[in-house]
């Protein structure tokens, strides 16, 4: 197992999300898996969103990813979530986006 994988492991095993996932990712997936850690501080893992959440994982990828673009762009106001989409580029909200429908 290369190191890079079990560091990802380790984090998503403290968020308890399935360490399988990071096994199983693809090498180009690893960033967004990074990504998608960040998101679950707010959102919750796979089938765990707290109840006050939108629930973002297992959606359609151009679901989530045409949201995101959306909120990133402010046609879509929000709170917090427009901030947070304009950190990172459509390249890597596309990434999170196919990582979060996988996962
Ligand atoms: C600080 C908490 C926080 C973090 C971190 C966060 N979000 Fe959000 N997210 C929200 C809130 C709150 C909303 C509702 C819109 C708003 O008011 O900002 C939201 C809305 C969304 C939506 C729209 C969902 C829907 O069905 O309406 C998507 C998609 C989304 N977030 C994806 C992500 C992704 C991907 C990440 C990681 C890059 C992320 N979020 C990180 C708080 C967060």
């Given at each position: 197992?290369?190191?890079?994988?079990?560091?990802?492991?380790?984090?998503?095993?403290?968020?308890?999300?399935?360490?399988?996932?990071?096994?199983?990712?693809?090498?180009?997936?690893?960033?967004?898996?990074?990504?998608?850690?960040?998101?679950?501080?707010?959102?919750?893992?796979p089938?765990?969103?707290?109840?006050?959440?939108?629930?973002?994982h297992g959606?359609?990828?151009?679901?989530?990813?045409?949201?995101?673009?959306?909120?990133?762009?402010?046609?879509?106001?929000?709170?917090?979530?427009?901030?947070?989409?304009?950190?990172?580029?459509?390249?890597?909200?596309?990434?999170?986006?196919?990582?979060l429908?996988?996962?």
């Amino acid at each position: 197992m290369h190191r890079p994988t079990m560091f990802v492991t380790a984090i998503i095993s403290t968020l308890s999300l399935s360490p399988a996932m990071a096994q199983q990712a693809p090498q180009p997936m690893m960033e967004a898996a990074f990504v998608a850690q960040t998101c679950a501080v707010c959102h919750g893992g796979p089938g765990n969103n707290p109840p006050t959440m939108p629930a973002i994982h297992g959606a359609d990828a151009k679901a989530i990813y045409d949201s995101l673009i959306d909120l990133k762009t402010n046609k879509r106001p929000s709170t917090i979530m427009g901030r947070i989409a304009r950190g990172y580029s459509d390249d890597q909200l596309k990434a999170v986006a196919e990582y979060l429908s996988r996962y």
